[in-house]
């Protein structure tokens, strides 16, 4: 037993700069990382192996929804750890159902699986429409095409690869899933020439996530409702990135006036453990028959008590009125940082999901911020995202704002040989720091 204890303190004990190099030795290089070793957090921010303080506006990519250490999820966890962490889809766990049913209530779907993570959600989700189409009468195993839009993302599994867009994530491991078409975002014309009775399944992220936070129109959603009732295919909203409160409503399809067939789940999910969801309609759900579709570790006790209480805490707390409210400081703030650094072009987003659409290159701002102590993350080069938990203050707002501001006066300095011009400019200005408060 002190053995175990002192190999377990020297495991502590490995010095940053030796993980960092191990990762470098013995990993796959598939993530460009920074050298800092993250060991613990509470709440909206993060600590790393030397002490220093980050103010975390990614939130583990949209998954650390209530911050570090929440002591309600730590608790649940704790519990659960000393009961059973597993016991196979073969039996019933105590919190398996009630989930679904807790879903169900917040979707207004009838029924869920669950699986491991996004990609596995939206794996189910496409089985699923292909199997409704092969159980329809009459559908004579042509209904097999699946509609996704440009610009998405889905996932890295085969399937979620095959209706993920940018080519750099496809191309390299072609021959993908076949029947795969690409509808020009938000371009009805084009829709409606892609969609017809060959089609099982259109999939829209109603705010493309990766993509750099486009929000899907209101008449382009319809038309997809319309077109997939016609057809009998099945209308799918990736809600991974942007559901489940992020918006400041449970879903962001919820802002549109008719609701999807099916629904994929994962990120917030689990409050950072694993955990993966497709909802569905009766008339979808009813597609699966037992042996079908299974999954081993999906929707285990932990797991989903875990997300009970996410969800509970959500409500609880009304969470959701902090995302909208806090989002539209954010939203304020940055539009008068856009008076004055004319490298903004547009601020998008709803809630918590926010895009900073530059005229230059994001990956140095992100560098600068994180020198900064404040996390942030770029998508398709000029894109910085902020995903921060949904239990940020106004506090956390106002520091991100004085953090933020000096990446971008940073930036416009090194953006620009005349400083002297920009400066002029930014005397002109009020503080947006101010304005966000
Ligand atoms: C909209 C969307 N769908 C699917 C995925 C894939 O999820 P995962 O990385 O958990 O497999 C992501 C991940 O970023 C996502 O944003």
């Known amino acids: 037993m002190a053995k175990l204890r002192k190999k377990a303190r020297g495991a502590k004990q490995i010095s940053p700069a030796k993980i960092v190099a191990d990762e470098a030795r013995y990993m796959m290089q598939t993530y460009r990382r920074p050298g800092v070793v993250f060991t613990h957090g509470r709440g909206t921010h993060l600590y790393d192996s030397h002490g220093r303080e980050y103010l975390d506006f990614l939130a583990g990519i949209a998954v650390n929804a209530l911050g570090y250490a929440n002591p309600r999820i730590v608790r649940v966890i704790r519990r659960e750890a000393g009961r059973t962490m597993h016991v196979s889809n073969l039996f019933h766990n105590p919190y398996q159902a009630p989930l679904a049913r807790k879903l169900a209530e917040w979707s207004g779907l009838d029924r869920a699986f669950f699986a491991n993570s996004g990609s596995e959600a939206v794996e189910g989700a496409l089985k699923l429409a292909r199997a409704h189409a092969h159980a329809r009468a009459g559908s004579g195993g042509r209904q097999t095409r699946i509609l996704a839009l440009e610009n998405s993302f889905h996932g890295r599994t085969f399937g979620a690869l095959s209706i993920t867009y940018p080519e750099k994530y496809r191309e390299p491991f072609e021959p993908l899933v076949p029947g795969v078409e690409f509808v020009r975002f938000n371009d009805m014309a084009d829709l409606e020439a892609k969609f017809d009775e060959t089609v099982c399944a259109i999939i829209v992220e109603p705010i493309q996530g990766e993509g750099g936070i486009h929000l899907v129109s209101d008449e382009f959603w319809q038309r997809a409702r319309e077109l997939a009732t016609q057809h009998d295919a099945a209308l799918i909203a990736d809600e991974i990135q942007a559901g489940l409160g992020r918006t400041g409503r449970r879903f962001a399809y919820q802002r549109f006036s008719l609701p999807p067939d099916i629904v994929t789940v994962a990120k917030p999910l689990g409050s950072g453990l694993p955990l993966g969801a497709f909802l569905a309609s009766d008339e979808f759900a009813s597609a699966f028959k037992p042996g079908l579709h299974g999954s081993t570790f999906g929707g285990g006790p932990l797991v989903c008590a875990a997300a009970l209480e996410f969800l509970s805490v959500v409500e609880e707390k009304d ?23 004319d490298f903004i072009r547009e601020i998008r987003g709803e809630g918590l999901i926010v895009g900073i659409d530059l005229s230059i290159e994001g990956g140095p701002l992100v560098k600068d911020a994180l020198r900064r102590g404040l996390l942030i993350n770029c998508t398709h080069e000029h894109i910085l995202r902020l995903l921060p938990p949904f239990i940020i203050s106004r506090r956390d707002v106002s520091e991100f704002f004085s953090k933020f501001e000096r990446v971008l006066a940073g930036a416009a300095k090194s953006a620009r040989p005349s400083a002297a011009a920009y400066d002029a400019k930014a005397s002109a200005q009020p503080m947006a720091l101010a304005a966000a408060r």
């Open 319 to 341: 969470l959701l009125a902090n995302v909208r409210e806090r989002g539209t400081e954010i939203r304020a703030g940055l539009k008068k940082l856009a008076t004055r650094f």
